[in-house]
């Protein structure tokens, strides 16, 4: 996709995850997962993320179960306008081209 704005993709990942489908993801649109920070690192993503060619950002979240769906609700809040701006922004674009 040179030349044209990547699709904004939110990965919310709570658990274990295979490297391959976030590597092809990372190729197709601007990536950015989120995932227990416990799981990042005991599974040996964080490594196989750094070997691979992905190019995406990785948000951690902290806590133990209950804490960590409670830090998710807010981190996904947070963040959804974020998203919502660049998709009406390719919408106008669409419709208006």
């Known amino acids: ?6 699709m904004r993709v939110l990965y919310f990942c709570e658990g274990y995850t295979d490297i391959r489908f976030v ?22 993503l964080a490594a196989r993320l ?5 190019r995406l950002q990785v948000d951690t979240i902290e ?9 998710s609700l807010r981190y996904l809040f947070s963040r959804s306008e974020w998203y919502a701006r660049g998709r009406r922004r390719r919408f106008f ?4 081209a």
């Open 93 to 96: 674009r669409s419709r208006c």
């Open 1 to 6: 996709m040179e030349g044209a704005e990547r």
């Open 50 to 54: 750094a070997e691979s060619p992905a």
């Open 63 to 71: 806590g133990g179960r209950l804490a960590f769906q409670w830090r």
């Open 23 to 44: 590597v092809g993801l990372s190729e197709i649109c601007d990536l950015t997962m989120a995932i227990p920070a416990k799981h990042l690192h005991e599974s040996g």
